[in-house]
């Protein structure tokens, strides 16, 4: 088992940044690759970013790349979302997940956060 707790969500303006959080107990963080997912109201939830177990592989949806930067310190157990340059389409509710496979179909995950509310301001 494994429990994810995000934290650093809020209201920011359009073109500001926050930074995210997820932070991990239980069975061993590095056993896991770690992804960030955000659901809008109405729209299904969608893959953000994904990080590898070392965290020497990232990935990202095409609309972040270049704004969001995912990072992990295993040591620390957490896994971060820097998002920079947020747009209003950027408002959703962010999850961290943990997964002992890899991808960015949310099935493919094992362990989800309670989430963190971002919302930008036009």
């Known amino acids: 088992q494994v429990q994810l707790v995000e934290s650093g969500g809020g209201l920011v303006q359009t073109g500001g940044s926050l930074r995210l959080s997820c932070a991990a107990s239980g069975r061993s963080f590095s056993f896991y690759a770690m992804g960030w997912f955000r659901q809008a109201p109405g729209k299904e939830r969608e893959f953000v970013a994904g990080i590898s177990r070392s965290g020497g592989n990232t ?54 956060g309670q989430g963190t509310q971002v919302t930008v301001s036009s």
């Open 59 to 112: 990935y990202y949806k095409d609309p972040v790349k270049g704004r969001f930067t995912i990072s992990r310190d295993n040591a620390k157990n957490t896994v971060y979302l820097q998002m920079n340059s947020l747009k209003p389409e950027d408002t959703a509710v962010y999850y961290c997940a943990a997964t002992a496979g890899s991808g960015t179909y949310y099935k493919n995950y094992d362990y989800w």
